[in-house]
């Protein structure tokens, strides 16, 4: 009789050693790997330094300054278009490292507007395809 209980715990063992090793391998394999959510840069844009009046065939010179998520987001690439007497300037800012301390910061991005003829103009300040401040500029002979 000993040698059956013997054989009997021993099966007992194994057979909870088996199941609790596929409870853990079904769990683990049901276990979806969560994907980080795409990081949405949130840079605005806190100033605009220009002129609200200028001469024509002056170089207007514009101080943007852009408050970043943190240092490690920078300006990679400055869009300019338009037409008529609408300007258009896309600031576009990325993240440079995966890994950054998490401190808003401030970055002044130097841009110029030239017109060539008189009139009232609508400059457009967008970071990224998205729009954050309208300027109006009076040209003058």
């Known amino acids: 009789m000993m040698i059956t209980r013997f054989n009997l715990r021993t099966?007992?063992?194994?057979?909870?050693y088996i199941?609790?090793?596929l409870v853990?391998?079904?769990?683990?394999?049901?276990?979806?790997?969560?994907?980080?959510?795409?990081?949405?840069?949130?840079?605005?844009?806190?100033?605009?330094?220009?002129?609200?009046?200028?001469s024509r065939n002056t170089v207007q010179d514009i101080a943007l300054t852009i408050q970043k998520p943190t240092p490690c987001h920078q300006v990679v690439e400055i869009n300019q278009t338009g037409s008529g007497t609408?300007?258009?300037y896309d600031i576009i800012v990325e993240q440079s490292s995966e890994?950054?301390?998490m401190v808003i910061s401030e970055e002044v991005v130097q841009l110029t507007f030239e017109p060539q003829a008189t009139g009232e103009y609508t400059l457009n300040f967008f970071i990224n395809g998205h729009l954050y401040a309208?300027?109006?500029v009076q040209v003058i002979n």
Not at 11 to 16: F, R, S, Y
């Open 24 to 54: 853990l391998l079904i769990s683990t394999a049901c276990q979806q790997d969560d994907e980080p959510a795409p990081q949405t840069i949130n840079a605005s844009i806190l100033e605009v330094k220009m002129e609200s009046s200028i």
């Open 11 to 16: 099966a007992m063992k194994t057979i909870n």
């Open 99 to 101: 890994a950054c301390i």
């Open 86 to 88: 609408t300007v258009n």
């Open 19 to 21: 199941f609790i090793c």
């Open 134 to 136: 309208t300027e109006k």
